[in-house]
């Protein structure tokens, strides 16, 4: 069983930033590629960003592609999500999720295994 806990979530304005961040309690951390989605209220949870096993390949979604940067430290166990120029539409829940698929482009929810329980992320205009 692999728990995940998201933390850095909030609420901040139109062009402002947040880091997110979410540790996980596995041993095979660094075996596990990761990603973030994130579901508004009444819409569907969609895709944000993946990284690899080892950090060095990352696909975005086209939304936040170029603002947002997904990074992770294997030796914390954590994946961070770096949000600048945030939006009013990048309000929503944002969840993190282990994927043992390997490290290919996936972005279908169900490639994913564990997902944590969510942080609010709210951007006022």
């Known amino acids: 069983q692999v728990q995940l806990v998201e933390s850095g979530g909030g609420l901040v304005q139109v062009g402002g930033s947040l880091r997110l961040s979410c540790a996980a309690s596995t041993r095979t951390f660094s075996s596990t590629a990761m990603g973030w989605f994130r579901q508004a209220p009444g819409k569907e949870r969609e895709f944000v960003a993946r990284?690899?096993?080892?950090?060095?390949?990352?696909y975005y979604a086209d939304s936040v592609k170029g603002r947002f940067t997904i990074s992770r430290d294997n030796a914390k166990n954590t994946v961070y999500l770096q949000m600048n120029s945030l939006k009013p539409e990048d309000t929503a829940v944002y969840y993190c999720?282990?994927?043992?698929?390997?490290?290919?482009?996936?972005?279908?929810?169900?490639?994913?295994?564990?997902w944590g329980q969510g942080t609010q992320v709210t951007v006022s205009s």
């Open positions: 999720a282990t994927s043992s698929i390997g490290d290919g482009a996936f972005t279908a929810s169900g490639n994913y295994d564990y």
């Open positions: 990284i690899s096993r080892s950090g060095s390949t990352r």
